[in-house]
């Protein structure tokens, strides 16, 4: 059974950074896509980052591009969203997500077949 449990979400002020996990149990973690979306209040799911474990290559959002960074460890099964330069505008709850092959495309949430259950993240001005 996949499990997605994402971890280290929290309050920032803008400018700060903050690291989240994203620990995947129940499937061959090198061998799927995986991704980061978030969902701000009053708003639609967005993909933030996405990526396919076989080759590290990383998708961004616009937005977060050259901000936010993407990573994995197979060894851990762990997949890390590595969030700088923080705006307001970031707060949502952020979620993981996997999905099987194809990868392509990347960045649209209905394509992922399984989802952690979010952690918050707020950034004040």
């Known amino acids: 059974q996949v499990q997605l449990v994402e971890s280290g979400g929290g309050s920032v002020q803008a400018g700060g950074s903050l690291r989240l996990s994203c620990a995947a149990s129940?499937?061959?973690?090198?061998?799927?896509?995986m991704g980061w979306f978030r969902q701000a209040p009053g708003k639609e799911r967005e993909a933030v980052a996405t990526i396919f474990t076989g080759n590290s290559i990383p998708y961004y959002a616009d937005s977060v591009k050259g901000r936010f960074t993407i990573a994995q460890d197979n060894s851990k099964n762990t997949l890390y969203l590595q969030m700088n330069s923080l705006l307001p505008e970031d707060t949502a709850v952020y979620y993981c997500?996997?999905?099987?092959?194809?990868?392509?495309?990347?960045?649209?949430?209905?394509?992922?077949?399984?989802w952690g259950h979010g952690t918050q993240v707020t950034v004040s001005s």
């Open positions: 129940g499937y061959t973690f090198s061998q799927y896509c």
């Open positions: 997500a996997a999905k099987t092959t194809p990868c392509a495309p990347f960045m649209i949430d209905s394509l992922y077949n399984y």
